[in-house]
């Protein structure tokens, strides 16, 4: 595996399921994040993690829950989401801020 | 606050140039970077620039201007698979920590 992967790809929940987002990066970068990208919005960071420590929670709702055990891996968990979290959402690594390289993504429907 | 404008598409003819406009009002900024991304495919990394002027790859340039905070994506040769949108995205410095912010993009329609 090289770059960023992510699991799921696809993923269709219900408004009462827990689900968890995983990505990993093969890239040795020591910063990750998750992004998320609805239709004709831009795309909002919701959280950045740099050496496994949480430097941003861009006033994300509580129902995502990132966590991040080592550099590599970083896991947004899913709890009693709303209709409108349906998007696509990306991870991304870098090693400095300006260069990201991005995950596949997971297109999420919340039902 | 922090802002980016860019327009929300552009279309221009196969082998032709055509040049995308990214204007900013920021705080902290230190570089403008621009991403492409297919449908259907995550965004991918095309340049940066950190100091005013012109940085050539290939068939793809970005300008910056920071006394204008102004920047463009020039791309020569049009070629079919570059229909794609593009993002600016604005690198800040704010308490130390670094950030990006993402323009809305704009998509680019190929006609042959």
């Known amino acids: 595996e090289t770059g960023v992967t992510q699991t799921p790809r696809h993923l269709v929940m219900g408004m009462t399921n827990k689900k968890s987002l995983k990505c990993e990066q093969h890239?040795?970068?020591?910063?990750m994040y998750w992004y998320k990208q609805s239709a004709k919005k831009p795309l909002e960071l919701m959280f950045v993690?740099?050496?496994?420590?949480?430097?941003e929670n861009n006033s994300v709702p509580s129902r995502f829950s990132p966590e991040c055990p080592n550099s590599s891996h970083l896991f947004l968990h899913l709890h009693t989401l709303q209709p409108e979290d349906s998007a696509l959402y990306l991870c991304?690594?870098?090693?400095?801020?300006?260069?990201?390289?991005f995950g596949p993504g997971t297109r999420l429907t919340v039902l | 606050g922090q802002s980016l404008e860019q327009p929300s598409e552009v279309t221009a003819v196969e082998g032709a140039i055509v040049q995308i406009n990214c204007t900013y009002q920021?705080?902290?900024?230190?570089?403008l970077s621009w991403y492409q991304q297919h449908d259907g495919g995550a965004p991918t990394f095309l340049s940066y620039?950190?100091?005013?002027g012109l940085e050539e790859t290939g068939r793809f340039s970005s300008f910056l201007s920071r006394s204008d905070s102004y920047g463009y994506l020039l791309l020569q040769e049009l070629q079919m698979k570059d229909s794609a949108s593009y993002f600016c995205?604005?690198?800040?410095?704010?308490?130390?920590?670094?950030?990006?912010?993402f323009g809305k993009g704009t998509r680019l329609h190929i006609l042959p």
């Open positions: 991304a690594s870098s090693q400095d801020t300006r260069d990201q390289f």
């Open positions: 890239l040795g970068h020591n910063a």
């Open positions: 993690y740099n050496f496994k420590e949480q430097t």
């Open positions: 920021t705080s902290g900024f230190y570089g």
């Open positions: 620039n950190g100091l005013d």
């Open positions: 995205a604005v690198n800040i410095r704010m308490n130390r920590d670094d950030k990006i912010i």
